[in-house]
């Protein structure tokens, strides 16, 4: 189930940027009183994520009228395959027919990048997350399009995990003390959230081994060095790997027996999902 608290200002937004006081082409064209029929048509081959997010639209600002999807949120549709149909007074549905494409094409094209990313490890134990990469606003959203594509969620913000980046290092003035400053943080605030610490080298990862935390980002380790940081983990942490991560490499990344790769392209250059609405 969507959570509308997320929805609702992202639907009120849409609508005032895109309709405001009303579509005046529709309102020229089209008797307010015809009625038609609409359907979605794929346009090329996908994972189709957002429909619970259209029917919400729908059932809370077009009431008179219907949708109905024969696809589920994360099954494939196809090239030239018409999944869903929409039915009522035809000048509203034109009205709303960008704003609901807009919320549909995007979340399937994350949907269906991260399908293809989790299709490239299977078999293997490593699993993908996606990033805080996100259009602003819509972090909720990139997130369940990622995890209806088959991928996991990382932290969801700044507030539900420590991670310790190089920045953090730097400031802290290194690894030990700034794991050091955010366990005792969160001692102090009764915390129970994870630290993840993020090392760019074998010799920053031997630190961090040594100071119990929960996972360690392995930032733009060669395979090799991949290889290694997995057998000098030897199951003390959980191993994430970032950085330059693609379609090509994701497989051999997978296969050094990591236990996790985040992606930010998921989400921050997804290609929309073709999807047109058809009267």
């Known amino acids: 189930m969507i959570d509308p608290s997320y929805i609702a200002p992202l639907v009120k937004l849409a609508i005032d940027e895109d309709?405001?006081?009303?579509?005046?082409?529709?309102?020229?064209?089209?008797?307010?009183?015809?009625?038609?029929e609409g359907k979605f048509l794929c346009k090329e081959d996908g994972v189709l994520a957002g429909i619970e997010v259209i029917d919400y639209i729908i059932t809370?600002?077009?009431?008179?009228?219907?949708?109905?999807?024969?696809?589920?949120?994360?099954?494939?549709?196809?090239?030239?395959?018409?999944?869903?149909?929409?039915?009522?007074?035809l000048q509203k549905i034109l009205t709303f027919e960008?704003?609901?494409?807009?919320?549909?094409?995007?979340?399937?094209?994350?949907?269906?990048?991260?399908?293809?990313?989790?299709?490239?490890v299977n078999g293997t134990k490593a699993r993908i997350l996606d990033t805080r990469k996100t259009i602003p606003g819509w972090r909720y959203l990139d997130k369940l399009a990622v995890e209806i594509g088959g991928g996991e969620n990382h932290r969801?913000?700044?507030?539900?995990?420590?991670?310790?980046?190089?920045n953090h290092i730097i400031a802290a003035k290194g690894i030990t003390n700034a794991v050091k400053l955010c366990k005792d943080y969160r001692e102090k605030n009764n915390l129970n959230y994870k630290i993840e610490v993020e090392v760019k080298n074998l010799a920053e990862l031997n630190e961090a081994l040594a100071l119990q935390i929960d996972r360690i980002m392995?930032?733009?380790?060669k395979l090799d060095d991949m290889k290694k940081a997995v057998e000098l983990n030897s199951g003390k942490c959980e191993l994430e790997?970032?950085?330059?991560?693609?379609?090509?490499?994701?497989?051999?990344?997978?296969?050094?027996?990591?236990d996790y790769i985040s992606i930010g392209a998921l989400t921050h250059s997804v290609?929309?999902?073709d999807i047109s609405l058809d009267l």
Do not use: H, W
């Open 156 to 166: 969801f913000g700044l507030f539900d995990m420590f991670l310790i980046k190089d």
């Open 19 to 36: 309709i405001r006081q009303g579509d005046i082409t529709s309102a020229a064209c089209i008797d307010s009183n015809l009625i038609g």
């Open 60 to 89: 809370g600002q077009l009431p008179d009228v219907s949708f109905q999807s024969s696809k589920k949120e994360g099954e494939k549709i196809f090239v030239g395959e018409y999944f869903a149909t929409i039915e009522g007074k």
């Open 218 to 221: 392995l930032d733009n380790f």
């Open 241 to 258: 790997v970032s950085g330059g991560v693609n379609l090509d490499s994701v497989r051999a990344i997978a296969e050094t027996g990591v």
């Open 271 to 273: 290609k929309a999902l």
């Open 98 to 120: 960008r704003t609901l494409l807009n919320f549909l094409q995007r979340m399937s094209g994350v949907a269906t990048l991260t399908s293809r990313f989790v299709d490239a």
